[in-house]
């Protein structure tokens, strides 16, 4: 804890909210919650979510510190992807009950906090 005052968040909170979608996703693809006309049903706006999320994912990891950075990325397109049917670990996936698999989040987060305990000391 006495290094927590040290760490700084490596992105812009603000900047990745829904913002990004709002700005780039088109009026008729947006949900209404994202001031859009809430038209488009899933099927049809995955295709145009996944690209926006992939330009999403990329722009963040620029962000991120470059030791932590394939890490964090790979645990926002788990953690975050568009698409339902493949959002979550993909090893707690393939278990019965356990469909995101929370806990691997957690772990990958631990180990991503001893590292940075590590590299804050470099």
Same mark, same amino acid.
Request: hydrophobic share 40%; aromatic share 14%.
């Given at each position: 804890?006495?290094y927590?005052h040290?760490? &700084?968040?490596?992105?812009?909170l603000?900047?990745?909210?829904p913002?990004?979608?709002i700005?780039?996703l /088109? %009026? =008729?693809?947006?949900?209404?919650?994202?001031q859009?006309?809430g038209n488009?049903d899933?099927?049809?706006?995955?295709p145009?979510l996944t &690209?926006?999320?992939?330009?999403?994912v990329a722009?963040?990891?620029?962000?991120?510190?470059?030791?932590? /950075? %394939? =890490?964090l990325?790979?645990i926002?397109?788990?953690a975050c992807?568009?698409?339902?049917?493949?959002?979550?670990d993909?090893?707690?996936r393939?278990r019965?009950g356990?469909?995101?698999?929370?806990?691997?989040?957690?772990s990958r987060?631990?180990r991503?906090?001893?590292?940075?305990?590590i590299?804050?000391?470099?």
């Open positions: 804890m006495a927590l040290k760490i &700084s968040l490596p992105f812009k603000i900047y990745y909210s913002q990004f979608y700005k780039n /088109s %009026e =008729e693809i947006r949900p209404r919650l994202w859009g006309l488009s899933y099927s049809t706006t995955l145009v &690209s926006t999320f992939s330009s999403f722009d963040m990891t620029r962000d991120f510190p470059s030791w932590a /950075s %394939e =890490e990325s790979q926002v397109i788990n992807n568009p698409d339902y049917l493949v959002r979550g993909p090893d707690a393939r019965v356990s469909p995101i698999g929370i806990e691997a989040f957690v987060f631990d991503l906090s001893k590292r940075a305990m590299e804050i000391r470099r």
